[in-house]
């Protein structure tokens, strides 16, 4: 998105994100957790947040109803709101990875293109789709919020997988079965994030 004043440009400081990397001993990436209401995902993000912070790693969650509280507290979810509420995640959670931090997202984000345009904004090498996986039979059966129960009744419009679409990802980088453990998901997270190398410090 280009911005309305033409009048701005870029400043870029001494500091560099890869000062930042060895500084923290680690590699900033996002960890973009999508799936249907109730599949686990902030759940699962938190869990491996805390394993993140037991092993002295810098990670943060971006938390899809806590942002609704504030950056995005002027957005619905329309299918243009629900668009506007993840491109401004993507470029927040840029921010976050060009200061070397581990991002875990936990958004809905229902539409391929708002992800794709969330993954052009942080950068494809950065930007890990991880798709929970899990049935929507077992989503409404858990129905944490009672959100299903709602839609069902007719008192929530546009809720995802019941009123609205929801477009799975056919290549996410992980795929996280709704039948695991939260402690085996969230260990197949962080084995992806060694084998990738984002708990190491780059090269100098």
């Known amino acids: 998105m280009k911005p309305k004043s033409q009048n701005i440009k870029s400043h870029h400081g001494t500091v560099s ?9 680690q590699q900033g990436c996002v960890c973009w957790f999508t799936g249907l209401s ?24 971006l938390d899809g109803d ?10 619905g979810f329309s299918p243009e709101d629900r668009s506007e509420n993840i491109r401004r995640v993507g470029e927040l959670a840029a921010l976050f990875v060009d200061a070397g931090a581990i991002v875990l997202t936990a958004f809905i984000s229902p539409y391929k293109a708002d992800r794709d345009l969330a993954r052009s904004s942080i950068g494809d ?14 989503c409404e059966s858990r129905d944490p919020k009672g959100l299903y129960k709602k839609a069902r009744a007719g008192e929530l419009k546009e809720f995802t ?6 477009e799975a990802p056919e290549h996410p980088r992980l795929r996280v079965a709704g039948d695991l453990s939260l402690e085996d998901s969230s260990e197949q997270v962080l084995a ?3 084998s990738a190398g984002f708990l190491q410090a780059p090269a100098s």
């Open 17 to 25: 994100r890869a000062d930042r990397q060895r500084l923290l001993g």
């Open 38 to 61: 109730g599949s686990g995902k902030s759940t699962l993000a938190r869990a491996v947040e805390s394993r993140l912070q037991s092993m002295g790693r810098l990670s943060y969650v």
């Open 66 to 75: 806590n942002l609704r509280h504030g950056l995005c507290a002027n957005l």
């Open 125 to 138: 090498a950065d930007f890990h789709e991880i798709f929970l996986d899990v049935p929507l039979e077992i």
């Open 161 to 166: 997988g019941i009123s609205a679409p929801y």
């Open 192 to 194: 992806f994030l060694q």
